[in-house]
Every structure is written in structure tokens, then in C-alpha cells.
């Protein structure tokens, strides 16, 4: 485990790390998730495994500090993941983010982009979302933080399950409802768009491309299908994630 201070407050981000060859690699979770649990099993495939690899949970998840005081916008998230990694003297890296990590990872390589090579999105938010009472963002933005911290903590966890819970229940309550509430009004994709470095983008084949699917190829973002898999991609297709990613990131 690895840490790096990434607020005056003395908040830090934490990572799990497994050395290798460059270019580095580095793995961001989605909203109420974790790196490792989510990553390392993936990463341990042959056609990913041998580079270094950086799981890093985001500040107000995981093994990271909870600051309360702390905004947690898409772009304060990405500035203070990028503390970290020029903590971790990581520069050029290959990135792999799933859901909102990849809507900050976008805001990573735009605001950072000597920290960023390439690129890979995981069934990432790139448009806005309307509030709704579903499990995810959407559903915690529905609750006023106050009403958020008093009783939709408990009513989320039971709603998304004892899979997500597990990693849920890590986060601080004020860091799910801040981040999901800005993950909702967040606009990646002309942001996405302009970037200037390799771009891949995974989606669960039975859900069909994403909407908009050719402005994104037209802007040079690979858009690869991955059977047999829903959101978790990573989790629900281990050989199909890994082969694909490794692929990608091999020619890019």
C-alpha cells in the first residue's frame, strides 16, 4: 500500500501497487467502487500483467481519506488523483477507468496531460443524467445531501446490493452524494473528443454502441464491444476485458 498527501489538510490518497516495466499502468474505479477489488484480478491476465501497476482508490473511497470538507467535482477529483501520481513520479501512463473514473480520467488527460499516454474508458459516463431513484449516481443525486447522510445511505446500500455495497460502504457519505451529484451533471464527451492521445471505449455488446457512437470513431476513439458482460465489464468478462485491453494498449 502507497500514499500520497493530496490536500493542505493532510488528506491522502492511497493505492495498492504491483512493480513492472513501463509504461505504467494505472487502474481508477467508478462511483462507490475500489481499484483493486475491482481491477488487480484483471490485471493479473497475461496479456495485462508485467507493467507497473498503480490501483488507486479516489479521495472519499476505498483505503483513501474522506475528507468532508472537500468538493469532489469530476475536476477536483482529477486534480487531486493527479497530486498523487506525480507523487508516485508517474508520467506517460496507460489508463484504465471504469464508470465515473473514466469521466475523471477524461478531465485527467485534459488537465494533465503529461501525466496521461493513453486512454481506456470502461462503460463511462460522457453525457449528463437525469436524477431518478435507481441504484448509482442518479439515484443518490435524487437526495438532498442532508437527507443523503441521514437516511438515503442506508436506503442506497440496500438498493444496489451486497456486490457494490461492499465497496460502497467504504466511501464517506458526503464524497458518494457530492461525487454522484456532479457525476450526473457532468459532460465528458466533446471533452473526450479533443483529446489528443489513443482513446478506447468499452461497452457491453447487448447494450449496442453508445449513443453518438460516430462522432466519437470520426474523433478517433475505438469503440470495442465485449461480450457476455454488463456494467463491470472488468468483473464479468475477465478474458474477454483482458483481451481487448491488452490489445488496444499493445498498438497504441
Not at 464508470?99 to 460522457?126: C, F, Q
Request: proline share 6%; glycine share 8%.
Amino acid at each position: 500500500m502507497r500514499e500520497a498527501q493530496v490536500l493542505p489538510d493532510g488528506s491522502r490518497i492511497r493505492w495498492a501497487e504491483v512493480a513492472g516495466r513501463e509504461p505504467v499502468r494505472v487502474y481508477v474505479h467508478g462511483l462507490g467502487a475500489a481499484a483493486a477489488p475491482y481491477f488487480l484480478e484483471v490485471a493479473s491476465r497475461p496479456e495485462l500483467a508485467g507493467h507497473r501497476s498503480l490501483f488507486v482508490d479516489l479521495l472519499g473511497f476505498g483505503t483513501s481519506d474522506r475528507p468532508a470538507t472537500f468538493g469532489y467535482t469530476m475536476e477536483e477529483h482529477a486534480d487531486a488523483l493527479a497530486t498523487a501520481l506525480r507523487t508516485a513520479d508517474v508520467r506517460a501512463a496507460q489508463v484504465v477507468a471504469h464508470s465515473m473514473g473514466g469521466t475523471i480520467a477524461v478531465r485527467l488527460a485534459e488537465r494533465h496531460p503529461k501525466l496521461v499516454a493513453e486512454l481506456v474508458l470502461v462503460d463511462s459516463n460522457l453525457d449528463p443524467i437525469e436524477p431518478a431513484l435507481r441504484p448509482g449516481s442518479s439515484g443518490i443525486a435524487t437526495y438532498t445531501e442532508e437527507d443523503f447522510v441521514r437516511h438515503g445511505w442506508d436506503e442506497t446500500l440496500a438498493r444496489v446490493g451486497p456486490g457494490w455495497a461492499a465497496t460502497m460502504r467504504l466511501a464517506g457519505r458526503e464524497a458518494l452524494h457530492r461525487s454522484a451529484v456532479h457525476l450526473t451533471r457532468a459532460n465528458a464527451r466533446e471533452r473526450l473528443r479533443s483529446l489528443p492521445i489513443p482513446r478506447a471505449y468499452l461497452y457491453p455488446e447487448a447494450d449496442g454502441e453508445p449513443i453518438r457512437a460516430a462522432e466519437l470513431v470520426a474523433s478517433g476513439v475505438r469503440l470495442i464491444a465485449v461480450p457476455d458482460a454488463g456494467h463491470n465489464i472488468m468483473i464479468d468478462n475477465v478474458e474477454g476485458f483482458a483481451r481487448e485491453v491488452g490489445g488496444f494498449l499493445a498498438r497504441s
